[in-house]
């Protein structure tokens, strides 16, 4: 049997850098994150029995003693940081970079008039977090059938910005309807290059193996990004959170397993898969 693991595997930089904040700060206590500081439950749970506690909203966290707030590497509307800060916490702000950015440009154009685009999922925390950043009007399009529905002046100008993780062929099409429609348009390509490279290595990695294991959180976006992009093209394709969601697969010594993972999954977990893999192959 051989297995190919992907390069651009686990941790990007932003979850990376997110990740790093929370244990350079460990010993502060107490020490909270506001939401899950990524999309891997196995950390946060870890995170958690080290006494790391989530907090969801503004609501459950004015109930809690005064200390330290990491923030999210999704990000958080501007809101947020002066909320917590004006009860009594102090911040730490782990928003991945590359999000960071767009906050910036949503910030600045919507100060010079633009109408802001966000696609992406409207539910997804770093795109509620990106619209927060927004001073005026706000569109959020999710796919191709909302980018047709768009109706608004023709002499509107629009900045279009992108959730990191958005498929990028999903991204280019819905892009090439906007311009047809003959806005004053200013894009801006914010899509993360790793979550580009990432995708590009799982498709031509999933094209020429027998069994394709995709690892991430279930509530990843960019691992089920990653997942329905493998699918397409091995049928067998699987998303594993962990080693527990292989039990039932087979492995077969003249296989070629393929093995990638979301930006939120932590090397130990790729290595478990790894090792199940070979410790449960068949004749």
Not at 111 to 135: F, L
Not at 235 to 254: G, M, P, Q, W
Not at 260 to 274: D, F, L, M, Y
Request: charged fraction near 30%; aromatic fraction near 6%; include cysteine.
């Amino acid at each position: 049997m051989e297995i190919i693991v992907a390069k651009s595997a686990g941790f990007c930089f932003g979850v990376d850098r997110a990740v790093k904040s929370v244990y350079d700060n460990i010993s502060n206590k107490p020490l909270y994150t506001y939401g899950p500081i990524i999309h891997n439950l196995q950390v946060v749970n870890e995170l958690e029995d080290k006494g790391v506690k989530v907090v969801n909203n503004i609501e459950e966290l004015r109930k809690l003693e005064k200390g330290k707030v990491i923030i999210r590497s999704h990000g958080v509307e501007e809101k947020i940081y002066e909320i917590i800060k004006d009860s009594g916490f102090s911040i730490v702000d782990a928003t991945c970079p590359y999000v960071k950015k767009i906050h910036h440009i949503v910030n600045d154009y919507s100060k010079k008039g633009d109408t802001i685009i966000i696609i992406g999922d409207s539910t997804h925390p770093e795109v509620i977090g990106i619209k927060g950043w927004s001073t005026r009007e706000t569109i959020i399009i999710e796919n191709v059938e909302d980018a047709k529905k768009l109706d608004i002046p023709k002499d509107t100008h629009l900045c279009v910005v992108a959730q990191t993780t958005l498929n990028y062929l999903k991204y280019q099409e819905i892009i090439e309807i906007i311009l047809d429609k003959g806005y004053h348009v200013d894009i801006k390509n914010t899509i993360c290059r790793a979550t580009r490279d990432r995708q590009e290595e799982a498709i031509n990695l999933s094209k020429k193996v027998d069994k394709m294991l995709v690892i991430g959180g279930k509530h990843s976006s960019n691992t089920r990004k990653l997942y329905q992009l493998c699918k397409n093209q091995c049928d067998n394709t699987y998303h594993i959170e962990t080693i527990e969601d292989l039990e039932l697969l087979v492995f077969s010594k003249n296989e070629i397993i393929g093995i990638t993972a979301g930006a939120s999954t932590p090397k130990n977990i790729i290595q478990e898969v790894i090792t199940h893999v070979r410790n449960t192959e068949r004749n």
